[in-house]
């Protein structure tokens, strides 16, 4: 019998008259079209009825089709260009029975095709369409095109006519793909009761695997032309209709099969667009249902029957993958040509606007029943499939769970997911379900997915998903609800599992427990509880993340915290200097447990080390941490070290460790903070807080490159402040004492020295002498009215108050930089004397060494009575003043005291 070429085709009757295009609107188009004569176009709906395939096989319009047109000649009449101007489109008028359009239709060189598309609007390269990777095996004969997995084409139809001329065609346009009837018989031995699915692969000409187009466009270049411009004339020897339909034919090769002829005719018409994913090695045809139950198409009494749109083109070959309840069966097509039955490698042609059965492509009787023989010798095993389909190929959640009940393989599985917005696969219960159920009989199962998967958790906490035997290549996602990791779940390099917003995932045990699992990266948006000793590469945090007690969490890349981390076990921070602890302003680390950093790190918000509670005086431990150092660990934020924690830096694998404090940075200390063995350090360049009854022993307090004594002045000077003026505190190297300070009550008169004192910096808050020859630094802070100087030198001198110096002329007290505040009034009165010079506290007897050279910072009044010394030059800020203004009182560029 012969092959309809009308299965595919569609029949347009069109009435011409003027009118104006709301599609040309761009000035250019215009122009290009300017002066061209336009007439009124009218489709009636023809013979057929819908754009379905009808128990008949035909092909038609239904009513809420919309069709489009183009001129692909608008640079010159006539002259064929390989893009377009316009865009009409033709809804259907159900009054007059008619698809009307309100555009113009300029006489030139047309193109339709169906269904109207505005991207042709939009960009004018080419007219583009999609085609579907997955197909509805059991979709009804409306839903096979309504779904815009088929696409037509017209040939290019030249209209000519004079302004206004009424004119009458039937445009044909052909599909671009073959419809293809898969009629599978398959042996009563094999006891198959259903498909899932049917996987097609094809070879080109040469051999290659086809990739098919999913996002092609149309070369108008190759398309037939139907010239009816001299059908109109009264000597014509065909009609338009018939000049149409020929070039309709030709573009679908109507007629026997016969391969000599398609060689010297068939040329594609498409192309791909050239953009991402716009090429596909597989198509599939899904036979299991949408609805919640996801019955599978069934086999009935040994036979299968669909229908499959393929892409009109050359193969070498075309090999079917049925999937069913009892495995997966192979089934290749090599088919001969008429003229040499025997030639099984030849190469053949799928047509377009043909239904052929894929049983017996090239044979002039295509269209009638022959079937694929499906027998025991065409079952594969999973391991084959996922070498010739890169996995099991899995088209949405309820295909993964009838692909899991159909394993054969007890190992490997590997997944090849793919999908679109109407085919989604997930990790849910009843996949789990199915996965557990299949491990009883074949416990070496594990599924191996080569694409991202989502995961969807339960709602219920206590019953979370339980995740197991997956390896996510590409990694994963929790989506939604509660889900807990347990044995062999691997996420490889450079993936991550990442848990979104309001979901929990918990880790109850270790991938790296069998060393061919491991967990590669992390990324938590929600909540992450460690139930387990685990292993993970690198950390996102920017939700919540809870170790255990008794159990460790070690991380041997980045650490990027954004979030809360709290640690009741041992966390094992290893990596590079790209970690990052706390990595934000909504940044914590709460630890009650053991932190061990093993990797160059960074804190740059919050650690809370331990816990306690205050009343009144009493501080009472609530929780305990320790922070082992064991590589370099910059501090750029807040540690909270509570009481009975510990911070403590210790020989780790590098030749030695660092704590360093940096300038913006605190460490409250109530707990132990000291190094351990080795040549490790603790470096302090901001402000640490020594708490009462803490320890605070450190290694350096200031940056100062020398190793003899710190220049003050170019110095980043770090500060500890002390709780009570004997606190335990240590800076074990002389020449890096730096700030060790001590706020002095205002009820004290007179600060000298005292066993036990560890300051050399004071804030005074009311009168105060300054004996003690420990003290360096001075600041005067609200409250202060008179500091009295009895020591030679001070290196600094600051007042945040308005005060009066009070400083022995015989003593000659020198002051290496003075600084008073904005809008504060400092005075010298009569009969007293200061001086401001380079101050030097490193002969070899003291354990605190330091130079100051000669500053002065006013930013006030500094009003002399007595006498004012100085190395420098008047400065040229700040006020000066005294009984005759800046002269006698003060004494400029004086090398020493007179």
């Not at 999908?419 to 009989?441: F, R, W, Y």
């Not at 003593?811 to 008073?820: E, F, I, R």
Request: charged content about 20%; proline content about 2%; some cysteine.
């Amino acid at each position: 019998m012969k092959t309809r070429y009308i299965l595919a085709s569609l029949s347009l009757v069109g009435l011409f008259a003027s009118c104006q295009n709301e599609e040309f609107v761009a000035e250019q188009t215009n122009n290009v079209l300017k002066g061209r004569p336009t007439v009124n176009l009218t489709l009636e709906k023809g013979v057929n009825t819908r754009l379905v395939v009808g128990d008949n096989d035909a092909v038609g319009y239904n009513s809420t089709d919309e069709l489009g047109a183009v001129i692909v000649d608008g640079q010159t009449l006539w002259s064929i260009n390989t893009g377009h101007v316009g865009n009409n489109k033709f809804y259907y008028d159900e009054t007059s029975g008619k698809f009307v359009t309100k555009g113009t239709t300029a006489i030139g060189s047309w193109v339709f095709y169906t269904q109207y598309s505005s991207d042709m609007t939009t960009q004018r390269d080419a007219i583009t369409y999609s085609f579907k990777q997955i197909q509805e095996g059991d979709a009804t004969s409306t839903a096979s095109t309504a779904t815009g997995v088929d696409f037509f084409v017209s040939p290019i139809v030249q209209l000519d006519g004079y302004e206004g001329e009424d004119l009458a065609f039937s445009v044909q346009t052909p599909s671009i793909n073959t419809r293809a009837v898969i009629d599978l018989a398959f042996d009563a031995s094999l006891d198959v009761t259903e498909v899932q699915k049917i996987v097609v692969a094809a070879k080109s000409a040469g051999g290659s695997p086809t990739q098919f187009i999913l996002k092609g466009k149309i070369d108008n270049m190759k398309l037939k032309v139907a010239d009816v411009r001299s059908a109109t004339l009264v000597s014509a020897d065909k009609t338009a209709n018939e000049v149409i339909l020929e070039a309709a034919q030709k573009m679908s090769n109507v007629g026997a099969y016969n391969a000599t002829t398609l060689e010297s005719d068939f040329s594609s018409i498409v192309e791909a667009q050239g953009v991402a994913n716009d090429q596909a090695t597989f198509l599939a045809l899904d036979c299991i249902s949408h609805d919640e139950n996801a019955t599978a198409m069934p086999v009935i009494n040994n036979e299968f029957k669909s229908i499959m749109l393929l892409p009109a083109d050359k193969y070498k070959s075309l090999t079917l993958y049925v999937y069913t309840n009892k495995g997966i069966y192979k089934k290749e097509i090599k088919n001969p040509t008429p003229e040499n039955e025997q030639a099984v490698d030849a190469d053949f042609w799928l047509r377009r606007g043909h239904r052929v059965n894929l049983a017996n492509i090239t044979k002039s009787a295509s269209a009638v029943t022959e079937k694929l023989s499906i027998k025991e010798a065409n079952l594969i095993e999973n391991s084959v499939a996922a070498t010739e389909t890169d996995g099991t190929v899995v088209l949405k959640t309820a295909d993964l769970i009838a692909a899991i009940n159909a394993i054969q393989t007890d190992g490997d599985v590997e997944i090849n997911v793919i999908g679109d917005a109407n085919h989604q696969t997930i990790i849910n219960k009843a996949v789990m379900d199915a996965l557990t159920e299949v491990k009883n009989a074949k416990p070496n199962v594990q599924l191996i997915f080569s694409t991202p998967m989502n995961i969807e958790g339960t709602s219920d906490a206590a019953a979370p998903l339980d995740l197991h035997d997956i390896t996510f290549e590409e990694g994963a996602t929790l989506t939604a609800g509660y889900a807990v990791v347990n044995s062999d779940i691997n996420i490889p390099a450079t993936k991550n599992i990442t848990v979104t917003a309001n979901t929990t995932l918990t880790f109850a045990e270790a991938a790296n427990e069998n060393l061919s699992y491991v967990y590669t990266g992390l990324v938590n948006k929600g909540t992450v509880n460690v139930g387990a000793s685990i292993s993970i590469g690198t950390i996102t945090n920017l939700g919540v993340i809870s170790i255990d007690e008794e159990k460790a969490l070690t991380t041997t890349a980045d650490v990027i915290n954004n979030g809360i981390v709290t640690n009741n076990g041992t966390w094992n921070i290893k990596g590079n200097t790209e970690n990052t602890v706390t990595d934000a302003s909504t940044a914590t680390i709460n630890n009650f447990g053991i932190i061990n950093i093993k990797g160059a790190t960074a804190n740059s918000n919050i650690i809370n080390n331990g816990k306690q509670t205050t009343s009144g005086a009493t501080i009472t431990a609530e929780g305990k941490g320790i922070i082992n150092v064991m590589e370099t660990f910059a501090n750029k934020g807040i540690i909270n070290n509570y009481k009975s924690s510990v911070i403590l830096v210790k020989t780790g694998d590098a030749a030695s460790s660092a704590l360093n404090n940096e300038s913006t940075a605190t460490i409250n200390n109530y707990g132990d903070l000291y190094c351990n063995e080795g040549s490790n350090t603790i470096n302090n360049v901001g402000s640490i807080y020594a708490e009462p009854n803490s320890t605070t022993y450190i290694t350096t307090n200031t940056d100062d490159a020398s190793s003899d004594y710190t220049t003050t002045n170019t110095a980043n000077m770090g500060e500890i402040f002390l709780n009570a003026r004997n606190s335990d505190v240590s800076v074990t190297t002389v020449a890096k004492k730096g700030y060790i300070s001590f706020a002095v009550p205002s009820s004290v008169s007179k600060i000298d020295a005292q066993s036990g004192d560890k300051f050399n910096k004071v804030y005074l808050k009311g009168k105060c002498e300054v004996a003690s020859p420990a003290v360096k630094y001075v600041v005067a802070d609200a409250g202060t009215d008179e500091v009295i100087l009895t020591n030679s030198q001070y290196a600094e001198l600051t007042f945040n108050t308005d005060a009066t110096i009070y400083a022995d002329p015989v003593t000659k007290v020198k002051v290496g930089k003075l600084s008073v505040a904005k809008d504060v009034r400092v005075k010298l009165p009569t009969e007293n004397a200061m001086g401001v010079y380079e101050v030097d506290f490193t002969t070899t007897t003291l354990t605190d060494k330091c130079k100051t050279s000669a500053k002065i910072e006013n930013k006030g009044t500094i009003l002399v009575g007595g006498n004012f010394w100085s190395s420098l030059s008047l400065p040229s800020s700040g006020t000066f003043a005294s009984g005759d203004g800046n002269t006698s009182a003060f004494h400029w560029g004086e090398v020493s005291w007179n």
